[in-house]
């Protein structure tokens, strides 16, 4: 009777463990094979440094609406440069800024305020906003300081878990849904999650959160990309694209 029991114990504890890690992988729907979230990954980090670098120059209008909630004063705050002066018995502030940006590869961001408002005092703004507008996903890191790391960075396996939530599209186009999941908690990393395409193996919208020594913040990327378009600019810049040769999934 012992041996019965334990054997059932076993048997449990590895139906328990197989359910557990079951979204590591997913069936695709027109093939019935298994398609593993790492595998994508894979693909996806071998296209990026293509990525990183294929837009050399844009310029944009960019509207920033910030709110900052002061839930405990602490007397370092006036020391950090890029801090507005609060005033006392004051704990939440807004801010609306108007700006013009012009983006020069591989890290330069000139921002130019054209009009702003709010119950900040002074022309400094919210400390740390611009940054989180000016995200290169394809890079090592997130922000330009390497304060964040990307999830897509060459080394990520060693700091990200990633799990497959579900596929999506037709047979010849195809986009996974992957989730990306600290494996220690730091500030350095962020937890959300990216849909990939299968034609291309690149990023068309990406979520993340996470938490900074002032802020906490969550983005979403919705990113515009195909073949046509990767292809299309580097004519326009009389460039040519080298891809990567992999094979889809089938």
Same mark, same amino acid.
């Given at each position: 009777?012992?041996?019965?029991?334990?054997?059932?114990?076993?048997?449990?504890?590895?139906?328990?463990?197989?359910?557990?890690?079951?979204?590591?992988?997913?069936?695709?729907?027109?093939?019935?094979?298994?398609?593993?979230?790492?595998?994508?990954?894979?693909?996806?980090?071998?296209?990026?440094?293509?990525?990183?670098?294929?837009?050399?120059?844009?310029?944009?209008?960019?509207?920033?609406?910030?709110?900052?909630?002061?839930?405990?004063?602490?007397?370092?705050?006036?020391?950090?440069?890029?801090?507005?002066?609060?005033?006392?018995?004051?704990?939440?502030?807004?801010?609306?800024?108007?700006?013009?940006?012009?983006?020069?590869?591989?890290?330069?961001?000139?921002?130019?305020?054209?009009?702003?408002?709010?119950?900040?005092?002074?022309?400094?703004?919210?400390?740390?906003?611009?940054?989180?507008?000016?995200?290169?996903?394809?890079?090592?890191?997130?922000?330009?300081?390497?304060?964040?790391?990307?999830?897509? !960075?060459?080394?990520?396996?060693?700091?990200?878990?990633?799990?497959?939530?579900?596929?999506?599209?037709?047979?010849?186009?195809?986009?996974?849904?992957?989730?990306?999941?600290?494996?220690?908690?730091?500030?350095?990393?962020?937890?959300?999650?990216?849909?990939?395409?299968?034609?291309?193996?690149?990023?068309?919208?990406?979520?993340?959160?996470?938490?900074?020594?002032?802020?906490?913040?969550?983005?979403?990327?919705?990113?515009?990309?195909?073949?046509?378009?990767?292809?299309?600019?580097?004519?326009?810049?009389? !460039?040519?694209?080298?891809?990567?040769?992999?094979?889809?999934?089938?």
């Amino acid at each position: 009777m012992r041996v019965k029991i334990l054997i059932g114990c076993i048997v449990c504890l590895f139906s328990f463990i197989s359910k557990g890690t079951a979204n590591n992988y997913i069936m695709n729907p027109y093939t019935s094979t298994e398609i593993s979230a790492d595998s994508i990954i894979e693909r996806v980090m071998t296209f990026a440094p293509l990525y990183e670098t294929i837009v050399s120059d844009y310029r944009a209008n960019l509207y920033i609406k910030g709110r900052m909630d002061i839930q405990k004063k602490n007397f370092i705050l006036r020391y950090v440069p890029s801090m507005f002066r609060l005033q006392k018995g004051v704990r939440e502030y807004m801010l609306e800024t108007y700006s013009d940006l012009h983006y020069t590869a591989p890290n330069i961001y000139d921002q130019k305020v054209k009009a702003s408002q709010g119950t900040v005092r002074g022309n400094r703004g919210l400390p740390g906003l611009l940054e989180y507008f000016s995200v290169n996903i394809y890079s090592a890191s997130l922000l330009n300081d390497e304060r964040l790391m990307s999830p897509l !960075a060459k080394n990520g396996q060693k700091f990200y878990k990633y799990r497959i939530d579900s596929v999506m599209g037709d047979p010849n186009n195809l986009d996974y849904r992957i989730r990306f999941i600290p494996k220690t908690k730091s500030d350095q990393l962020v937890g959300g999650y990216m849909i990939v395409s299968s034609n291309v193996w690149s990023v068309r919208e990406i979520r993340f959160s996470g938490r900074s020594e002032l802020i906490t913040f969550t983005r979403a990327l919705p990113v515009a990309e195909s073949i046509a378009v990767i292809r299309a600019f580097c004519s326009l810049q009389n !460039a040519s694209v080298s891809m990567p040769n992999i094979k889809p999934f089938t």
